[in-house]
């Protein structure tokens, strides 16, 4: 066992603590063994907080198979206390530092247990249940996390492959409104404080992205003192940025005198080829978007004489006119790999909504057809967290 499971234990229980709001969902909606029967795959990033869920969701009588939607994401120590734990109807399959390929594996076998219900961050399980469709014949359901799993989700829609009904959870404004730009905002930051233990406050920081995260990341790394500017492909979200105060560019004129950019956007390439040239040496590199694909990697290395780990989650890139770049976190979401993830509060609301998300995709799955809800063009869920899916999915 990698981690220490009294330390891990530690972890969950403060963290179940500060999850009130899941309490009372477990209480009203979840206790009497309400998801009996129901086998649970899960993809997400297993540190305290979603580890609570699994716990909960387990409690609810399902067996639940946890693994990783990042390699490097995992807390060792509290997947050590929920093995020892043992509950027997939750399983974990999850390290920090997966190979590829440990990965994949991982990713398959949560999919062993001929799932009824799938929670997904990201959409690599989703991915591989739309390949091959025919071997779930049983799956209810799919409930999604994170912007970049429904992008991915929308597109398997429109191509007509989505095998059953999907739940965009972060299209409910309780998720995004929070998680993405709260939460996002204040573990970005702790990431990258915890990674480099540099000043923020003075520093020119640029954000790719003025969305739900990035408009988070500006707002917390101007609290801290930092000169933010952000550079936004969107005209409309440009200009939000711009009334609410922030210098507003195209990512090649903002590099020049940047000494660290964060990319928050989902896309590929944000900090691209062109871009190495403009950067400013010892700038700092991170992202916070799901996939680490938003910094051009293999370019970076490309351009570089020599790479070395010069402190725990930082890579200098040494280019080859001289000038450094320090990577944090490989370009992995910073504030998972880099720090604790979203504040247990933030976690609490996000994961309310999966578990109700859940049980409705149990009750009502029969009725659904096999598209992403709440449909495109509707109004985003609001309200109360128990009544989130209320207007909004058919009862
Ligand atoms: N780190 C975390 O814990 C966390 C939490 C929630 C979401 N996410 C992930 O963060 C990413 C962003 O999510 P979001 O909810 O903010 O999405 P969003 O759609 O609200 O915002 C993304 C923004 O990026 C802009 N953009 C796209 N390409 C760009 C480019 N090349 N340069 C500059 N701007 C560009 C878009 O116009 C959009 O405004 C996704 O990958 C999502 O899955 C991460």
């Known amino acids: 066992m990698r981690g220490s499971a009294?330390?891990?234990?530690?972890?969950?229980?403060?963290?179940?603590?500060?999850?009130?709001?899941?309490?009372?969902?477990?209480?009203?909606?979840?206790?009497?063994?309400?998801?009996?029967?129901?086998?649970?795959?899960?993809?997400?990033?297993?540190?305290?907080?979603?580890?609570?869920?699994?716990?909960?969701l387990a409690r609810s009588g399902a067996s639940v198979r946890l693994v990783a939607c990042n390699p490097y994401s995992t807390d060792d120590d509290v997947v050590a206390?929920?093995?020892?734990?043992?509950?027997?109807?939750?399983?974990?399959?999850?390290?920090?530092?997966?190979?590829?390929?440990e990965y994949r594996e991982a990713l398959l076998w949560s999919l062993q247990h001929n799932p009824t219900?799938?929670?997904?961050?990201?959409?690599?399980?989703t991915e591989i249940i739309v390949s091959r469709p025919r071997d779930f014949p049983e799956l209810k359901g799919i409930s999604e996390e994170t912007t970049t799993g429904i992008i991915r989700a929308r597109g398997f829609e429109r191509e007509g492959r989505l095998p059953v009904p999907l739940i965009d959870v972060n299209g409910a404004k309780m998720k995004r409104l929070f998680d993405n730009r709260y939460g996002t905002g204040q573990s970005t930051l702790e990431g990258v404080l915890r990674t480099t233990n540099l000043l923020i406050a003075g520093k020119r920081v640029v954000v790719a992205g003025y969305g739900y995260c990035g408009r988070g990341i500006a707002m917390r790394m101007r609290g801290m003192g930092a000169r933010v500017a952000v550079a936004e492909v969107d005209p409309v979200k440009a200009s939000e940025a711009l009334l609410d105060g922030f210098d507003v560019g195209r990512m090649e004129e903002l590099l020049e005198g940047a000494e660290m950019v964060i990319?928050?956007?989902?896309?590929?390439?944000?900090?691209?080829?062109?871009?190495?040239?403009?950067?400013?040496?010892?700038?700092?590199?991170?992202?916070?978007?799901?996939?680490?694909?938003e910094i051009d990697l293999k370019a970076l290395e490309g351009a570089s004489s020599g790479v070395r780990e010069v402190r725990d989650g930082v890579k200098e890139y040494i280019l080859k006119d001289g000038r450094r770049v320090f990577l944090l976190a490989e370009g992995r979401l910073v504030n998972l790999v880099g720090g604790q993830g979203h504040p247990v509060e933030i976690m609490d609301l996000s994961f309310s909504l999966q578990a109700l998300s859940l049980l409705y995709l149990k009750e009502n799955h029969v009725r659904l057809p096999a598209r992403a809800f709440p449909p495109r063009g509707s109004p985003s869920p609001s309200g109360r967290p128990r009544n989130i899916w209320a207007g909004v999915l058919p009862r």
Do not use: Q
């Open 6 to 56: 009294e330390e891990g234990l530690k972890k969950l229980n403060w963290a179940e603590g500060h999850m009130k709001v899941l309490r009372r969902v477990w209480e009203e909606d979840l206790s009497g063994r309400a998801l009996e029967g129901e086998r649970i795959s899960m993809a997400l990033h297993p540190e305290a907080k979603t580890c609570v869920l699994a716990r909960y």
């Open 81 to 101: 206390a929920l093995l020892e734990e043992a509950p027997g109807e939750l399983e974990v399959m999850a390290w920090r530092g997966e190979s590829e390929r």
């Open 117 to 125: 219900l799938i929670l997904d961050d990201g959409g690599d399980l």
């Open 263 to 293: 990319t928050a956007t989902g896309m590929k390439n944000v900090v691209a080829a062109g871009h190495l040239r403009k950067l400013k040496d010892g700038v700092i590199l991170a992202n916070a978007g799901h996939f680490n694909v």
